[in-house]
């Protein structure tokens, strides 16, 4: 029996001008005591001990801050299982949990200078740069769904979304979106 | 909708948080020792405080901790948020 | 007691309706009563009136901090039913159902209880298993209740959107015996008659203290009039029980949440019915005075504030202007919050409890309007014999100790 | 006729633009910048709708928001009809079709009138004193009558085709209110560099001061004209990127910890809206501080006949006058018992308004505007009060009196000729917000009225809204109030502002006003003095209230309903409660207030709702495999968000058919069944079997890596909360799986126990319910189906027995296989990576074909499970099932000292002996399927009331056993076996068997293939 071609299929979504689906990532969730964290930080090249709601950028990796205890690693979708044995080897003898959630979860950039005012729409924490900087990263609501909200730069946000909600996600995106491009 | 400050997040939105109930209600470590009585008091009883009382918040939609909060219950305006195992403010 | 009727109604406006007196004596608090009712609600104050004309307790108060009927009485959507699952429910609320039934002609006051008709909303396969299992269960205790297909239910209901909606409507339960009262004529029809048969109804008096004997028995209550001895207290307090109750000691599987109603712009008559659904949690009925009455949800934390989150009666309209989309253009009138006391099993407690001579009647959480007649008649033999009826014998404080829940919200029925 | 009553210039509307617009079917012409109000008005319109209850003809009392009875509907279209608009507030546009209300046949002619006439017979309350008799009356006869009575305008009858936003916002300081103290506030606030939100209810920013005369006529600003400090102010907040100007936006609610929510009306005014062009935007601003400039509202004046259309606010008339350029009369009446009333008077006049008479309630009236007033040689006189009007549906002329303070009359009744009254009773500052935040109200002498006191957010209020009514008072107010706010934000004050932040200007008592009904002399019969317009409450129905024992001012609201209607009582209130404090002989500090409550004028439900609707009303959740099976035609059911495929009819197949097909493909050859939405947890750590022993009820420990167990969750209280398959991947490592509606709850529940009663434990959660799609391949060729697509993998029962699972790949793909079955035969469970289950799916399928694979949904899988006694939890259980009551004892561990729920099981209840025990049941006719929650009986023939033994939870036709098979919970159902009992049916009683629960293959033999 041939193999199927190993393409990842992601989940349909709302078109919207504003709104980019990424490709398919390699995801991992690392939970474990803060102590852990320096070494797997320096296994993959980035800081994991970062303030609470930061993320961290290293070569084609990035780590984002969940909880005290969780980190969401992200890495070009073949780097999957060099991440889990480059953390597997540091850990070893670490209490810590490292789970693969590659394909739990899709992401979305959402980029251009209405980008803030359409998660507005949905999300109810304060997107000024002044309050939510680029860097600054947390799990959230947009509307009846989780995301986690990643602000890469003034106008541009990268959020993560379990798949079964990306269709939802975007469709609230597009809404708000459409609005914004009204008369008056 | 109210605005929660999560020891971990700072200040969130409430519809990021789910409510944990009276705080402070330790599970016995040895159940079976713990009598009818005091079992349905852990279960049930509550001491629905009208004023100041401690309950457990979760940052759901956040960090995802349990953390526990004062809030007086005739105005809904919090004295303070605190780690789990922390005491309350003001208290020993 | 003045009579009414259109005759009198005629007469007094021959005369310019300067013939009519107060409807109840600005009592007095006097130093003892043979029983005391704590709150004046028409939960407290249906107790006086049946403890007055059924047990001849002799002297009783009711003493209500505030305004009677200003509690959850006064804020409630007002929706009756008795389709209740379990059998101790049932025989509880179809008990009240049948005094609802009679009760304008009992206190010669027109209550306006209306049996429009309560429907219940099935969006899913599993709520057609509930729904039809209350339905089941309901016709074996001879309560009536209906199963409706979904377009019997548009039938009964036109407004009703059952198609083209993200939880189309599979079908309904249809209690026609149910409907609605006006709220207020209840704690005033009661107020009036429990004035009539001597009973002090004591307004602005808040209980602040419970002093007992040695035996921890009760013999008198600390109020903001003024100290009040008797050897009976009954509390009906609905949000503030556990308040009360700590002032004796008693602790109560009790939480006070804030539970929010709303009312749009009277328009004329469009909604024939009640119509429940629990499932994307709306509740709406249509007063006699015009008004949408919309029941919203509680919030998710305990709160004496009288009030609740925007987000809470936001979902309430969502759901609304979803079953029913050409309602989307009607606006919101005003909105209130009231102070719910839920049990883990949200089944009421009418009981003695631990320290003689107090009894309570709580718990009745977002529904408790539709047993007012029944919680009250119940009460007031409890507090009268010393000892519950048949009917609320299983209704216990100890039902948690011993585990013997009467579990309605596990098995799925809906609030209100 | 057209816009006679129009001035000549003047007025902030555009002469340059006619529109059209038609009221009650007739037709008329007004001006860009029109109110419907205005331009009715300009049309000599001053009939716009009859009361509520006796049905009076009614005019236009006020300009705004206030307006309590020139309601209307206004109709765009079949779908786009709006009921119980305040004409007032109604934007004129061309082609703007509305229609009065309440009225039948027509306006000038209404039958319901006839109420007013017998008015006698409906005085406060009436309703609960009759309608008793006969005891069936009130819902047959009396109801329906008083309810097609009651009610202001229709509903609409179609769904309404708009589209509403939301929007969080947030912001340093949100000022509402863009008069001119709340434009003072938002400058001072804007320049100290502050984040601020301006928004007021109106098209254009101003407020009082869109009243005034354009230039010099109008009022100087530090010796600026009004109307020039208005667009410089304007203008330069526009040109802060920081500030946000929202017009036509109210601010309706005041929630906890600073959240106010703004109703924002986008289309409303436009004559043709672009098609789906959002109709109204709901704001929720978290501000770090508010300033209230909401202004003050002008009293009535509670007389005899003051009802009739053509009285009017003294203030409102300038209004349309200065703003509008139209006369609202030609010959006025003016009753003064403030001097803003005189502004009127003498604004009026110089537009060539006759003014017949300044009746001044007060006993001496010498301000600065009456003075001007009597340079102006206007007729004034003091100590008046109005003791009749006359005119049906237009005023005619106003009898006044002068009295004594001993309410002796001073000379002959004055009868005066007019076609307008106006009136002026004072201001009543709006303090709905502040109190909406449980701010503190406080009786102010000075202003007559409640001001705001204490606060209880991080509130302030400038300007009339707190008593500061004179103009620049109000300014130098704003000013203040801005600048604090603008700092306390910035220093992140967190404090509430003292009542103490900003002392009281001295004010004159020029504009203290009256509250209460005038004073009428004695023994004079007097008419109906309106108190609550809308809801047609009088004097008389105050007083008998307060006869009858309704003293609390709540009762009295609630008795008389005064204060009820759609203006919230906005006009009435003051008026209600002075009346009261007169009668009772009490202050009116002491009679207190009712309630205010959002919102503070009527919000459309379908703001509040916004995006949330249709598709967007709840999250849509699909599996990947959803596409394949709406493309094979699949009948989808909603379980909690999810899609599920229920069944897959071909040609025609009811649900029946098609189940039944799918069960027996199962049962002889192969089925494929997407389990995606099955809740999954990995639960890894050192302490992980640790955790597992303690949440769980069964043990752990003896579970081989490599090998799967069932799982049963118990609540603290005992009761069953959920189960699953577990699996062991690793020493520390567990994949746990949840129903499809418990995943969250389980997750919760888990984390909750794990970080405040078990911190120490090193044991770490993560979901992974989308990582792994799972597809099911049950029956006896699924090992063959399979194992052509895992080549590397050995599928032999003893390398792969039953409850193992192995790590793998399919087609390529990375795998964990699960043995596992659900449907009783040898069975397989495919998890892969969401993102490759499609493919893989469909490779299976494939490969299935010639197996005779065949797709089956969830009812097919209920089916089989029910064959084999299998449960699910939420139809076996209830949250009152224990796990031994529904046959799964077995599962709870008896060794171990504690796990959730353990402490509980030893309540008495939870072991007496007639707890409903899970059984089968068997009709006699094996085709006849019980209804789903028919009751179970113990003998046929039960009257009602009847107490049930039991319940059927599950109840399906068997294809396999060709027969109709059913589950149920009956009470010491294991000790029945073998009994027949009986189920009422809706057609009579139905004999049953109880049998054990496992009706196919009870040995279990199939699992083998
Ligand atoms: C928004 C809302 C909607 C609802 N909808 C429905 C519905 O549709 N159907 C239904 O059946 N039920 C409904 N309910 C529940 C129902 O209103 C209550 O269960 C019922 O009215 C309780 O009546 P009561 O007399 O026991 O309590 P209340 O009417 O609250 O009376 C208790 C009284 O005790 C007084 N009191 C408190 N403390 C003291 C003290 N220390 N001293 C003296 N007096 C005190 C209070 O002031 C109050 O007046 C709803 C409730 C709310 C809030
Ligand atoms: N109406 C009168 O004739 C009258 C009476 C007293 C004072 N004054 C004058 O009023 C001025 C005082 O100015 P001010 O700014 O305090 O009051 P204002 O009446 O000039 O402004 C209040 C503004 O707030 C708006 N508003 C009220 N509630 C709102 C809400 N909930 N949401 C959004 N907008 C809302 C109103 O539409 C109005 O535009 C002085 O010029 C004083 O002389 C006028
Ligand atoms: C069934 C019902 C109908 C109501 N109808 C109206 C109404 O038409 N107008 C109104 O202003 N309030 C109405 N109310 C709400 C009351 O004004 C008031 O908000 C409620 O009794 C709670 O009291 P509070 O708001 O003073 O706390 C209604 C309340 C109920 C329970
Ligand atoms: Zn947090």
Redesign the interface.
Known sequence: ??????T?????IAASPLLRLLP?AARH?L??APTIMGAAGEALGLSLSMP??RASLGGVRSALW?????RLLLGEASSAAETASRLGQVLQQQ???????????VAFAIAGPQAA?VL???????L?PG?FPPGMC????L????IVLWRRDDDSFHLEV????A??VS??IA??AR?LT??? | MLLITCPYCGARPELEFTHGGQAHLARARDPAAVGAQDWADFLYMRDNTRGVHAERWRHTHGCGRFFNALRDTTSDHFIATYRVGEPPPGQP | MQRFSALSLLSHALGGHRGWTPQWRRAAPQPAYDAVIVGGGGHGLGAAYYLAREHRLGKVAVLEKGWIGGGNTGRNTTIIRSNYLFDESAALYDHALQLWEQLSQTLNYNVMFSPRGVMMLAHSVHDVQVIKRHVHANRANGVDNQWLTAQQAKEFCPPLNIGDIRYPVLGAALQRRGGTARHDAVAWGYARAADALGVDIIENCEVTGIRRDAQGAVTAVETTRGLIRTPKIGVSAAGHTSVIMSMAGVRLPLESYPLQALVSEPVKPVFPCVVMSNTVHAYVSQSDKGELVIGAGTDAYTSYTQRGGLHISAHALEAVCELFPMFRRLRMLRNWGGIVDVTPDRSPIIARTPVPGLYVNCGWGTGGFKATPGAAHLFAWTIARDEPHPINSPFTIERFRDGHLIDEAAAAAVAH | MTQVLRIAEGGRIDRSRTLRFSFDGRSYTGLAGDSLASALLANGVHLLGRSFKYHRPRGILAAGAEEPSALVSVRRDGARYTPNLRATQVELYDGLEAHSQNRWPSLAFDVGAVSDLLSPLFPAGFYYKTFMWPRRGWKALYEPYIRAAAGLGRAPTQADPDRYANRYAHCDVLVVGGGPAGLAAALAAADSGARVILCDEQAQFGGSLLAEPAGERGALIQGEAADAWLARSIGSLRANGRVTLLPRTTAFGYFPHNLVALNQRLTDHLANPAAGQTRERCWQVRAQQVVLATGAIERPLVFPGNDRPGIMLAAAARSFLNHYGVIPGTRAVVIAACDEAYRAAIDLHLAGVAIAMIGDVRTCADGAWPEAARRAGLPMQTQTTVQGTRGRLRIKAAQLARLDPQRRRIGNIQTHACDLLLMSGGFTPSVHLHSQSRGKLAWDDRVQSFVPSQAAERVRSAGSCRGVFSLVAAIEDGTGAGGSAARDAAARVTAFPTAAHAPMPATDGAMAGYAGALPQPQAAPGGKAFVDWQNDVTTRDLALALQEGFVAIEHIKRYTTAGMATDQGKTSNLNALGFVSQRLDKAIAEVGLTTFRMPYTPVTFGSFAGFARGELFDPVRTTPIHEWALRHGAVFEDVGLWKRARHFPIAGEDLHAAVARECRAVRSACGIFDASTLGKIEVVGRDAVTFMNRIYANAWNSLAVGRCRYGVLLREDGFVLDDGVVARTAEDRFHVTTTTGGAPRVLAMMEDYLQTEWPELQVWLTSTTEQWAVIAVQGPHSRRVLQALVPDMDLSAAAMPHMSVAHGAICGVPALLFRVSFTGELGFEVNVPADYALAVWEAIYQAGAAHGISAYGTEAMHVLRAEKGYIIVGQETDGTATADDVGLGWAVSKLKPDFVGKRSLARPAMSAPDRRQLVGLLTSDPQLVLEEGTQVMQAAGQRPPARPIGHVTSSYHSAVLQRSIALAMVAAGRSRIGQTLCVAGADGDVPVQVTSPVFYDPEGKRLDG
């Open positions: 029996m041939a193999d199927i071609p190993a990842r299929r992601p989940p349909a398919p969730i939970r474990g609470a709601c969940l909880g005290p205890d969780e209490p810590h949990s490292l789970v693969d959630v590659s394909h739990r979860q005012t507005a729409a949905g999300c109810p924490l304060d000024d309050a947390t799990r959230t609501v509307a009846k769904a989780e379990w798949r079964s909600f269709a939802y469709g609230v809404a708000a609005e009204e008369p008056g």
